[in-house]
């Protein structure tokens, strides 16, 4: 099974796209003020992508049961490109698992014109852990998003089996 330790994907890049979009102002304070956003936790996002609370000891503490773990720092569907490479298997990523998070991010996706999936798929410094459990060993802490196949043709992720468009956070780009 393919887990992540976080409650919700998607976040620091919902923040970003308030950044980039200048939909925020931040006073001398640090308050954060919003323009034209009715979506109520916007600046949590905004604060989340400025400085992530990370739980990184699920990798010291019930990620060692992991057959495989890395940071997601890239996006789910490049860093787990990776994590599928490296590890000689492909990974269908479970849409009804993620749609939860999509689904939190809608309103705000619609106030921006966004698509709150590439939110969750592609966006970067999510600054959680990836991993790969055995079925039914998913410790606490950790959700199932995916399972993992054997390697073979085609993209190394999927979504419900279908080829994922795009690639995900380029820190070289």
């Known amino acids: 099974m393919l887990a992540i330790g976080t409650e919700r994907l998607g976040r620091s890049a919902a923040g970003l796209a308030l ?3 200048g939909k925020i102002h ?5 308050s954060i003020s919003l323009e034209d956003i009715t979506t109520p936790d916007a600046a949590d996002l905004v604060r989340h992508h400025d400085a992530p609370e990370v739980d990184l000891s699920l990798g010291w503490g019930a990620g060692r049961t992991a057959h495989a773990m890395m940071d997601l720092s890239d996006g789910l569907v490049r860093d787990g490109g990776r994590l599928a490479a490296a590890s000689q298997v492909r990974i269908d ?3 009804a698992a993620l749609a939860p998070d999509a689904e939190a991010l809608a309103a705000l996706a619609d106030d921006l014109g966004e698509d709150p999936w590439a939110w969750v798929l592609h966006g970067a410094e999510e600054h959680a852990m990836l991993a790969a459990f055995a079925p039914g060993e998913v410790p606490t802490g950790f959700r199932s998003i995916g399972r993992l196949h054997e390697a ?3 993209p190394a992720v999927t979504l419900d089996g279908t080829p994922i468009p795009g690639e995900g956070f380029d820190h070289f780009a």
């Open 19 to 21: 950044v980039l979009g």
């Open 152 to 154: 073979g043709d085609g």
């Open 26 to 30: 931040v006073d001398a304070a640090g």
């Open 93 to 95: 990523l479970d849409r």
